[in-house]
């Protein structure tokens, strides 16, 4: 945010989703300033009218969406990055602010190139020094054909002193209105604080003149370190074949075709045919031959009054194409329905849902064999117990050998990573980073989290029927004990989510799971098959003793009917509970899937989502920066 804030643009919010936090203030575009650079509104005396539409609104839209971009996404760039495309936007305001009805010009090239014979042929006074010691031209020196033009030198760093002006009612004068000519030192120069001076004004000027000579035009120091990096600057620039005099015969034109050559394998459009580029021409500054050419070019170049806009619609451009490896990416980045479901299903596997949902089945068989048992059964099972050490309390609910316990975690932090990487797949190499980050953050608690509900769904507490626990605490203790809050940030929602997906969990108070209605009816039947066993066994002994008349038959077919049913009605529970069972199973095992995905979504997955919705909004800006040339998929 250093860059963006060091020129005075808007704040803007880093939470979940950066938004713009007031609206446009009013219809005016950039403050204006006169024709002296002093200020003023935009529509004010040094505003030229057309600034507001065509190019120059194109130009406003795109540098808003670049303020923009770098608002939402400055916490995640290198601080060099977002500092490049401040410097752009710094540069943009302040070119804006000065006089719109100048164009500023600078005559570069290499020594003995004849810049400032060029400079001083264009204005019919000797503005610059010419002659053969080297280099002639040690500082920056201006030549404006209007009044108006100190703001722009001042920015330009040219005292008032090194301005000169052309000659009064000299030919071109009218035609070049507006026009400020800049002899720069050679580019080539040994001194280098000279070629720094030409550096620094080539990054503020409106257009450029490159002058090159036959013998010079084809300078590998030219071409790599200028023209070709400034190739998408081609609309403002004018390269210059000078000294033709030298030359005999078709030659001018076939060092012409040549220049022409590079300039294309430099990727420096031509523009020639009507289409928009680098002007050409080939002119000889000592004897003027081809001298009215380049007067006519520079003033149809100054009148249209579009310099400055394409200038700095081409910075755009280059800081554009400087920040699209950290905005545009391979293929198509998110995350998909497919990637969410196999992230739920290693959280329920980590969980253990399937383990815990047969647990709750053999509870609940558990629990119809000791209602509907025998009781001479279950009193054998009691007097096994007493027998078994440690074993006294039975089988513990679905707990899980203490080796398990880090192995479920480490599934947890693979299934994080996982889906962390198909989330950042295809991202920007930032942006992929930023969703990691995300997702590890989430992830701090996320085992804990699932660790309670894993614990409440195996070892449920008292609650009730539909009261929206998870084993019998509302919500689970996720949401109330991770990150040290009640139900706060991630961990609360994941709470709720576990209590939404909780339903009745409880089951019947001791945490028995719940009994079906036919259960009573079994209980009542295993219960006369006790009594049958016993009215018989006291019948036999009724009549063993003599109290009773001696028939054998009768109390023997009671007691028999009482130990046969007895099982049959057993056997008959246990086959009627297989059904329920596995409901229940199957039910258990459904909440404690649905409430570690609510957990997982809430610590993981939203903040992925918020991530990715953050890059689909640069990606939308970036393309309104680039011009419309991406398409955004």
């Known amino acids: 945010m250093t860059a963006v804030n060091a020129v005075g ?19 005016g575009g950039e403050p204006g300033g006169g024709e002296d650079g002093s200020g003023g509104g935009s529509k004010g005396p040094g505003r030229d009218p057309r600034d507001g539409g065509g190019e120059g609104a194109a130009l406003k839209v795109r540098l808003d969406a670049l303020r923009d971009l770098l608002g939402l996404s400055a916490t995640r760039l290198d601080p060099p990055v977002v500092a490049e495309a401040g410097r752009v936007l710094a540069e943009a305001a302040a070119r804006q602010r000065l006089s719109s009805r100048h164009t500023v010009i600078a005559i ?4 003995g190139s004849g810049k400032s014979t060029l400079i001083n042929a264009l204005a019919g006074v000797p503005v610059s020094e010419t002659g053969l010691r080297r280099p002639t031209t040690a500082a920056p020196i201006a030549c404006a054909w209007s009044e108006g033009a100190a703001g722009l030198l001042d920015r330009l760093g040219i005292p008032g002193r090194l301005c000169r002006r052309p000659l009064a009612g000299g030919d071109g004068d009218e035609a070049l209105r507006g026009l400020v000519l800049v002899d720069l030192p050679d580019h080539d120069s040994a001194l280098t604080a000279h070629r720094d001076q030409v550096d620094r004004v080539l990054g503020l000027v409106d257009g450029v003149i490159w002058v090159v000579d036959p013998e010079k035009y084809a300078d590998a120091a030219l071409h790599e370190r200028y023209l070709r990096p400034l190739a998408g600057h081609a609309e403002v620039t004018f390269v210059v074949l000078n000294q033709i005099d030298r030359l005999l ?12 050559r590079l300039l294309d394998e430099d990727g420096v459009a031509l523009g020639e045919h009507g289409e928009p580029g680098a002007t050409v021409l080939a002119l000889s500054a000592l004897t003027g031959e081809g001298l009215p050419e380049l007067r006519e070019a520079l003033g149809t170049f100054v009148r249209g009054h579009q310099a400055a806009t394409r200038r700095l619609s081409a910075d755009v451009d280059a800081a554009a194409t400087r920040l699209r490896p950290v905005y545009v990416g391979e293929g198509r980045p998110g995350l998909g ?41 279950r009193l054998w099972r009691w007097y096994e117990r007493l027998r078994t050490p440690g074993a006294g309390g039975g089988e513990p609910a679905g707990s899980a050998p203490l080796e398990e316990e880090p192995t479920a975690r ?13 989330a950042a797949h295809g991202l920007p190499a930032p942006w992929a980073q930023a969703v990691r980050e995300a997702a590890a953050r989430g992830a701090r608690g996320l085992p804990e989290a699932l660790d309670e509900l894993a614990a409440d769904a195996r070892a449920p507490r008292p609650g009730g029927k539909g009261d ?40 019947r108070p001791g945490g028995l799971p719940p009994r079906p209605a036919w259960w009573p009816v079994a209980v009542l039947s295993q219960a006369s098959m006790t009594l049958l066993q016993v009215f018989g066994a006291l019948w036999l002994a009724g009549q063993i003793a003599g109290v009773l008349e001696p028939r054998l038959l009768p109390p023997v077919l009671v007691m028999l009917a009482g130990i046969v049913g007895g099982p049959l009605v057993e056997w008959a529970c246990v086959a009627a509970a297989r059904g329920p069972a596995r409901r229940y199973g199957q039910e258990t095992e459904r909440r404690l899937r649905e409430a570690a995905a609510g957990c997982g979504r809430a610590m993981v997955l939203d903040p992925i989502a918020t991530e990715l919705m953050r890059y689909r909004e640069v990606r939308e800006q970036y393309a309104t920066v680039s011009g419309g040339r991406l398409t955004t998929r």
Do not use: Y
């Open 468 to 507: 929206g626990t998870a084993g019998g605490k509302p919500g689970g203790t996720a949401g109330g004990t991770v990150g040290g809050k009640p139900g706060g940030g991630a961990a609360g929602a994941a709470g709720a989510a576990g209590k939404r997906a909780g339903g009745k969990a409880g089951g």
């Open 9 to 27: 643009q808007r704040k803007w919010d880093d939470g979940l989703i950066a938004r713009r936090a007031a609206a446009e203030g009013g219809a």
């Open 337 to 377: 329905e497919r990637s969410r479901e196999d992230f739920t299903a290693r959280l329920a596997v980590a969980v253990g849902a399937a383990a815990a949902g047969e647990a709750a089945e053999r509870a609940w068989r558990r629990n119809a064999g000791r209602a509907c048992g025998t009781p001479w059964l």
């Open 410 to 422: 480490q599934r947890v932090e693979h299934a994080v990573r996982v889906v962390a990487e198909e």
């Open 249 to 260: 015969g078709d030659t001018t034109d076939q060092v012409l075709d040549d220049l022409r």
């Open 108 to 111: 570069a090239g290499a020594t």
